[in-house]
Every structure is written in C-alpha cells, then in structure tokens.
C-alpha cells in the first residue's frame, strides 16, 4: 500500500506535533493505519468522524495510553513515541470529567501541582487563578456532587490547565451535558482556549462542535484520515463522498456524464459550470446542499430551474428543512432550507407547489 500523504499546513515550518506512519492494530483489527498529522502551535484541532473510526485511540496514543503499534509521535520536536505519560507535557480532559469524589474542588484542581511538589501557597495561589478563568471562583471547598455537569467539566478543565501544558486533550468533552449547556461550553473553552494560546485537540462525533469550535478539522473513518482542512474546507469542498455525507446535510442524487453535459434526470447542466469536476464519462452521485438549492431571486431565463411540490416541513425555528419532490430530477425528494418568514409570506405548506433552482458551482460529483 502507497503511504498516505502528510497533513499539514504551511502557516509554520515547525509543527508542536507531529504524527508519522502511525498504526495500530488489536490482534486481527486495525483501529489506525498510516496515520500522518501536523498540528501547529496554538491551533485548535477537532478529531472528527462516527464512533469506531479511531479518533479515541489516536488521542490515546498521543496521550501514552496506548501504544502503537508502529510510528512515531515528536511533540515540541522531542520524539515521545515510547514515553510514559507522566513524562509527557498535556492535560486532559474526559467525558466522564473523572473528578476525585471525596476530593474539594480546590484539591480535584490541585491535584496534578501536587504531584510536582509545589509551595502550598503557590498551590493555593494558582487554583485561585484558574477557578477565577473557568468562572467558578469562591467554589473551593465544594465537592464534585454539589456541582452540575458544565460546573464539574469546567473543574476537570482548570485541574488539566493546572499544571500550565504544552498541550490540551480533550476526549469528547461536552456529550453528558444538555443542548444549552454544551453550547455555552464550547464557546467559553474557545474563547479561553484562544487566550491562552494552547495547542488542543479534541475529539467529537458531534459536527456542529467540530465546526464551530476548531482552526482545523480532521475527518476520520476506519482508521484512517480522509480530509484535514478547516471547517470552510471541510463543508465546501468534501474530498470524498464521505465526508460530504457525514460533515452536514446534503442531497445524493445519481446523475449521469455525458458528453459535455451533466444528466441529472431531465434537467442539463453544462459541464464548465460544475467546478473541478474531473469525471470520466458515465454514472456519477451528484452531492448538493439543502442551502445550495434557491427559492429565490428566480427570474424569467434563469438555468437549473424546476418545479417541485412540498411534501414535509420540519420546523426549526427560523428555518424550516422542506423536503421537496420533484419528478424531473430525481424520484427521491430532496431537503431545502427555508425560512420561516418565506414560507408565511408565500403561504407555502405541504402539498404546495414551489419553483426552485439549483446551483451548479456548488454540485460535488463523487
């Protein structure tokens, strides 16, 4: 098998963390294979992808709690490869918070300054300090149990800073809280993140945390990296047709090349109007976005129109998912989003017919 290309950015010539040729198998399953990763200083980088893909394991190795089965890990270029943890500059952070129950808040923080021997007094000082960034000050002799899940995950997050790490592991972080808190969450550990500089990388199944929260996302399925890039990247220009189905909603249509056109039921599109397409003639997965498909402005001589009738609304709040059907393009129905106010202004609901028009530049081919 050809090695796998290297990621990495050239923002920085030397990347606080470098991953080369890493591979791990459990006796006859290969949870990672080839695995090659720059992260530089500072970023903040999201392993993304479904359950089972490898991204736990790969943040374990990073971590030294498993070790792989071949490869190498360099941080701050010194090879860590075969470290013990202890000898390893992070802190982590679970998805279990792992807090010591009959420990104070002021001791679960200290915890790590403890076993570095640290003054009493700079001990005390410092998880003053970080209570105070996670905005939990005055909470130090609290215990675990009398806090909430964000207040528990925002201790488990001040005792992995305690030790002030190079860099930051966060292994899905966020899962046990509710939608409110887990939104309020990322954004204050962003913005903290951001402030202190500190390289992280965190590990998610959730695409709207990936999404909003990281400098770059690494999209990951069966043990294997299949796109890094930032989350723009990710969302636009998919480079599989993985990717493009796992990273947001998206209609797959099958088409046909042919010639210098695109077949997509009746409908023609020529093929200069699709960006890089680089597809031999024949049957090809047409990859549209809910959002790439307008209602309006459609004017008299416009291209890629055509008539649909609403057969679902799911109502999100200010946007709708309308799911369409429309028998020149595809027997399938395809997802748009709507606003709510344009569905009140044209009285739309199911059963009403509704002019649409795609957008070729946005079509990915797979």
Not at 42 to 71: D, M, N, W, Y
Not at 111 to 126: C, E, S, T
Not at 325 to 345: H, I
Request: proline share 7%; glycine share 8%; charged share 15%.
């Amino acid at each position: 098998m050809p090695a796998r290309p290297f990621f990495w950015s050239p923002m920085s010539a030397s990347p606080y963390l470098t991953l080369r040729h890493l591979h791990k198998a459990f006796g006859n399953f290969v949870a990672l294979q080839d695995i090659n990763l720059d992260i530089l200083p500072g970023e903040l980088v999201c392993f993304l992808g479904p359950s089972g893909c490898g991204k736990t394991t790969l943040l374990r190795i990073i971590a030294g709690l498993e070790v792989q089965t071949h490869g190498s890990v360099h941080q701050a270029g010194r090879d860590i490869s075969s470290a013990h943890p202890a000898e390893r500059d992070y802190g982590i952070v679970f998805q279990s918070y792992a807090l010591f129950p009959n420990l104070s808040v002021a001791d679960n923080v200290a915890y790590g300054l403890v076993n570095r021997k640290v003054a009493r007094d700079a001990m005390a000082q410092r998880v003053e300090e970080l209570l105070k960034l996670v905005g939990l000050p005055g909470s130090n002799a609290k215990f675990p149990s009398q806090l909430s899940g964000g207040q528990q995950q925002r201790i488990a997050l001040a005792r992995a800073l305690a030790t002030s790490p190079g860099l930051l592991l966060l292994d899905e972080p966020l899962s046990a809280l509710d939608a409110l808190e887990r939104v309020r969450l990322r954004h204050e550990i962003r913005s903290l993140q951001q402030s202190l500089g500190v390289t992280t990388i965190m590990v998610t199944h959730d695409q709207e945390e990936a999404l909003s929260m990281a400098d770059r996302i690494v999209v990951m399925n069966h043990g294997c990296i299949e796109q890094v890039g930032t989350p723009h990247q990710i969302y636009r220009e998919p480079a599989s047709a993985f990717v493009a189905d796992f990273v947001g909603k998206v209609n797959v249509l099958p088409g046909l090349v042919q010639g210098d056109q695109l077949h997509l039921g009746e409908m023609r599109v020529p093929l200069q109007d699709i960006p890089a397409l680089g597809h031999a003639p024949g049957p090809v997965k047409i990859y549209l976005r809910p959002e790439d498909v307008l209602a309006r402005p459609i004017v008299a001589g416009d291209a890629c129109v055509f008539q649909s009738s609403i057969q679902a609304i799911e109502f999100l709040g200010a946007f709708c998912h309308v799911h369409v059907l429309a028998p020149a393009l595809s027997e399938q129905p395809l997802t748009v989003y709507l606003s709510l106010n344009f569905l009140a202004e044209k009285n739309l609901h199911a059963g009403s017919d509704l002019l649409l028009k795609l957008m070729p530049e946005r079509i990915k081919l797979f």
